[in-house]
């Protein structure tokens, strides 16, 4: 709670409660509750959205996969990541997997050394071999199976 200023150390058995408000100013106490309370308003009302979005493509996937007609259809190209402006500077790599494979990602900062992020993930299958695709590849389509 001292990272936080809720308290502050005054000796080493000694602490003192800070409080979160202006104890001096009442006024200032109010405004910063109401700012507050619009804030807690505000992402109540992106949470239901963003749980509704959820919903919808929850509703959506299963409906996707339920239609044979629908299944069949479900895929993306290349051409079509490649196109998104947004992945332009990123490495992207498509994954074939069978049924069964699990993918662990690590918190990239866990044992980050200056600051570095250390991105890595962990593929694993008892049950065949997995495709590796590297998707962003102009020149070249390069595919490599892991087993």
């Keep these: 709670m001292e990272g936080i200023n809720l308290i502050e150390k005054k000796s080493k058995n000694n602490i003192q409660w800070k409080g979160v408000a202006n104890e ?13 309370k619009m ?22 996937t299963e409906e996707l996969m339920q239609n044979p007609h629908l ?5 993306v190209t290349f051409d079509d990541i490649r196109n998104i402006p947004d ?5 992207i790599l498509a994954i074939k997997p069978p049924p ?8 990239p900062d866990e044992g980050a050394k200056n600051g570095e992020k250390n991105f890595e993930m962990f ?3 008892a049950d065949g071999a997995i ?3 590297l ?7 390069h595919s490599q199976t892991v087993s």
């Design 131 to 133: 495709d590796v695709f």
């Design 71 to 75: 299944s069949s259809m479900a895929f």
């Design 24 to 36: 001096d100013d009442p006024q200032n106490s109010i405004e910063t509750l109401n700012q507050l």
């Design 100 to 107: 069964g494979t699990t993918l662990e990602v690590p918190d």
């Design 39 to 60: 804030t807690i308003s505000k992402l109540m009302t992106e949470d239901e959205k963003l749980t509704g979005l959820i919903q919808l493509s929850e509703s959506n």
């Design 135 to 141: 998707v962003n590849d102009r020149e070249n389509k």
């Design 123 to 125: 593929i694993t299958s």
């Design 87 to 91: 992945f332009e500077s990123q490495t």
